[in-house]
Structure formats: C-alpha cells, structure tokens
C-alpha cells in the first residue's frame, strides 16, 4: 500500500494538484485524512470540505465551500 511519511502537497501534476497522503487507502482512511489536511490548510471547517468524484480512487474532484478554486490552489501552493 502506497503511504507517505507525512501528509504533503507535491506540487502540480498536469491540470491538478498531488496531495500526499500519511493515511493507508483502506477504510476511507485516506479521503478522512486529506479532508483534515485541506481543511487545516484553508483554514476552513472539515464540513466546508467535500469530496465530490472518486472517493474510491486515486484521483480525486474536491470541493471547498466558500472558497474560490484559485485562492484554495495558491493558499496550497505556498506553504
């Protein structure tokens, strides 16, 4: 099973951002995990994090409510 040593943004891969994640992907542990990290990063609450297309893969179409798409990908980018 694929695991980072600590949940991480790894940059730009093509039209999305990689996230890497310190969670197994079993048991919803990983979508659990990067809903944490995205709402920790935003500093939004954990209910303004959805994720709204592929729970059960890889790739993954997040929503942050209240927040638009550039200013979520730039507060990312940045730190």
Known sequence: M???????????HGDALKIRLAA?????????ELVRFLAERLRVPR???????GQAGRRKTVRIAGLETAAALHALERS
Request: aromatic share 0%; no cysteine.
């Open 2 to 12: 694929p695991r980072s040593r600590a949940t991480e943004v790894a940059g730009r």
């Open 24 to 32: 197994p992907p079993t048991g919803g542990a990983a979508n659990r």
């Open 47 to 53: 209910s303004a994090v959805t994720i709204t297309a």
